[in-house]
């Protein structure tokens, strides 16, 4: 079983900045993609960006020049810089992550959520 435990969301004003935190626990062989997902009130989740364990980036068009991903493989652990935050970006902020618990094997698990919130 693995566990991603989402920190550093909050309540911030239009403009302001956030850096969300996803550390992965668990029995781990290795870790191939990792990214951050979000979900506002009555909308379907979407994708915000992406990191591979070789540190390629995708990022939504949205979130493009605002938001940065980053990853530190030794601790298992994604980061999300957020600035320049909108209204719009109120959401439910979800990690991802593809774990391989063995050589044969691999399984995309789930954070529990995180929530930002930009007031305007």
């Known amino acids: 079983q693995v566990q991603l435990v989402e920190s550093g969301g909050g309540l911030v004003q239009a403009g302001g900045s956030l850096r969300l935190s996803c550390a992965a626990s668990g029995t781990i062989f290795s870790i191939n993609t990792m990214g951050w997902y979000r979900q506002a009130p009555g909308k379907q989740r979407e994708l915000v960006a992406t990191?591979?364990?070789?540190?390629?980036?995708e990022y939504a068009d949205s979130m493009k020049g605002r938001f940065t991903i980053s990853r530190d493989g030794a601790k298992n652990t994604i980061y999300l810089q957020m600035n320049s935050l909108k209204p719009e970006d109120t959401a439910v902020y979800y990690c991802?992550?593809?774990?391989?618990?063995?050589?044969?094997?691999?399984?995309?698990?789930w954070g529990q959520g995180t929530q930002v919130t930009v007031s305007s």
């Open positions: 990191i591979t364990s070789g540190g390629s980036t």
């Open positions: 991802n992550a593809k774990i391989s618990p063995s050589r044969f094997s691999s399984y995309f698990a």
